[in-house]
């Protein structure tokens, strides 16, 4: 089934002309749980992967053999699932319960090492077809993602990220079995597979990095509204109340009846979920300057990866086809991947895509 992302409420550039020159597209990718295959593009399916290279693994040392068990964080995801499609309102049976207490962090794998190599985890493969907003080195059309599921790396203990760009058209035998670590550091760097629904849509420039005129009339826009029922009576209840703070609370409620408010950040700018291109989001943190580290050029997200496809603040982007269903974590969050504070980009150089990728949270 395809995705539908309805139009914005709002012409955003027949409000503000100069978002023309603030204006990208990105490729929503709308994960949603399902097999795909390895010709597929997908989140943690199977990979297009030569059978004559060898896999990626982690070298850096760290603790390996702690944490929890790969099969248990699915065996866990099965259980829950299964009890909330079989009645939302029971939960787990006993008997899950009693399985799912044993499903805890621990020792599991005590032989395994620090210095130990472990098997990359497959995240995402993205095929060019599929995704208009991939770029990549030249010739490559096949871009595949891998991380080691431990958020130690580096000074700032984050997860480490591995892209590999390839020419599908010179895979021949295919890698029949994917190697996986035996221990993950968290359930949250597990993704579960899913097909997706790729959709390109328009995004402008995150607020924050907009000119300051600019910034101001998007302001003004927002709280004009807000500012002529403020001011509309000065101190004085208007006809009909007999004091002003009776006149406020009517006025909340009938706003709480209305439709959302609309908002730049919200519905305007930047579209929410797993997504290829684009702009990125600064919303928890001042905007970063992400340049490469060969060249020095400015290196827009590649890859965004979201703990949700949604938020309170950005319903407007639900696609159609999802509106009417009912609440379902399969849809709602469908990866079940939950980085930093639940938003992670890869950054790329966009001169020479080779270039050592880096990486920003939000």
């Known amino acids: 089934m395809t995705r539908t ?6 012409d955003a550039e ?7 020159h603030h204006r990208r597209t990105s490729t929503r990718l709308h994960p949603r749980q399902g097999t795909p295959k390895a010709e597929d593009s997908s989140v943690a399916g199977p990979f297009l992967w030569p059978a004559d290279e060898p896999w990626p693994v982690c070298t850096a040392v760290h603790p ?5 068990r790969l099969s248990d964080v699915r065996l866990q995801r099965r259980i829950l699932d299964e009890a909330w499609h079989r009645d939302p309102r029971s939960g787990p049976t006993d ?14 794998a005590p032989r395994i090492a620090d210095a130990d190599p472990i098997p990359l985890l497959a995240v995402a493969q993205l095929f060019v077809r599929d995704v208009p907003d991939l770029i990549g080195p030249d010739g490559c059309d096949l871009l595949q993602v891998l991380w080691c599921p431990f958020e130690v790396h580096g000074p700032d203990r984050t997860i480490d990220v591995v892209l590999r760009w390839r020419r599908s058209q010179d895979v021949d035998e295919v890698l029949s079995v994917i190697p996986e670590p035996v221990v993950v550091g968290r359930a ?11 959709e390109q849509v328009v995004e402008h420039e995150y607020e924050g990095l907009l000119d300051e ?8 826009w927002e709280v004009g509204d807000d500012e002529e029922d403020d001011d509309a009576f000065g101190s004085s209840a208007p006809s009909g109340f007999d004091t002003y703070e009776e006149y406020e609370a009517a006025l909340a409620a009938a706003r709480a009846d209305e439709e959302d408010e609309v908002t730049y950040r919200g519905d305007l700018s930047i579209s929410p979920g797993w997504k290829v291109g684009g702009f990125a989001s600064w919303h928890l943190t001042d905007p970063a300057n992400i340049a490469c ?3 020095a050029a400015p290196m827009p997200a590649l890859l965004t990866v979201a703990a949700g496809e949604w938020d309170g603040a950005s319903e407007s982007w639900i696609p159609l086809e999802d509106r009417n269903s009912p609440p379902d974590s399969r849809i709602g969050d469908p990866t079940g991947v939950h980085l930093g504070r639940g938003l992670m980009r890869v950054h790329t150089c966009p ?12």
């Open 95 to 108: 008997a899950e319960r009693g399985v799912l207490d044993t499903l805890r962090p621990g020792p599991h």
């Open 5 to 10: 992302t309805p139009p914005r409420p709002v």
């Open 293 to 295: 580290e060969v060249c």
């Open 351 to 362: 001169t020479t895509p080779a270039h050592p990728h880096r990486l920003s949270f939000q």
């Open 14 to 20: 027949d409000l503000f002309p100069a978002l023309a």
């Open 213 to 220: 005129d600019l910034q101001e009339a998007i302001e003004a």
């Open 188 to 198: 949250e760097c597990v993704p579960n597979p899913c097909v997706l629904h790729p």
């Open 64 to 68: 390996k053999g702690r944490g929890h």
